[in-house]
């Protein structure tokens, strides 16, 4: 197992979970259920895993067919638009 790999990978991906939708529905499921907290962490650990398996797969399949590359542009792209789409929208709720 590549450790330098692992340590980036979960670098990157907990900095980008903190503070986004996912954790403040999970922040939210927990303060309504207080007497089950292991039942949300188990809920949202299991959801982050499926959904990190599928773009495990997906990343593994579409590389076979595509530069890895070009799908990072592709994916730097389709940031910025996001980037972009969200401050546009910001500015017209003024």
Known sequence: MDLKLLATVFGIVFLAEL???TQLATLLFASRSPGNL???FVGASAALVLASAIGVVAGGIIAQYVNPRHLSYVAGVGFLLIGAWTIW???NLS
Do not use: E, R, S
Request: neutral net charge.
């Open 19 to 21: 503070g986004d939708k």
């Open 89 to 91: 929208q910001g500015a």
């Open 38 to 40: 292991i039942a949300v």
